[in-house]
């Protein structure tokens, strides 16, 4: 089940939602194989957020400069 490290949201985002299938459908889980899912979800949810955090703190800024830019064009 271990893959490579994804450097992408979408990549970690498919990452985390295969694993979740995995583990809500499987009827039996296998105990060995269990850390390598939670390790693998993990590195991958690290990446989904540093992403939405970057998008956030973009988005943010992008709003704060819109507003400046309206500001002083009513000035």
Same mark, same amino acid.
């Given at each position: ?5 994804? @450097?992408?949201?979408? @990549? ?5 939602k295969k694993n979740a299938d995995y583990l809500e ?15 693998e979800s993990l590195s991958a949810y690290k990446i989904?957020?540093?992403?939405? @955090? ?13 507003? @400046? ?7």
């Amino acid at each position: 089940m271990s893959q490579t490290a994804p @450097d992408n949201f979408k @990549d970690a985002y498919l990452i985390l939602k295969k694993n979740a299938d995995y583990l809500e459908h499987a009827d039996e889980l296998d105990i060995d194989n269990l850390v390598t899912v939670v390790e693998e979800s993990l590195s991958a949810y690290k990446i989904c957020q540093a992403r939405i @955090d970057a998008v956030e703190s973009a988005l943010k800024s992008a709003f704060e400069n819109a507003q @400046d830019t309206d500001e002083s064009s009513n000035d």
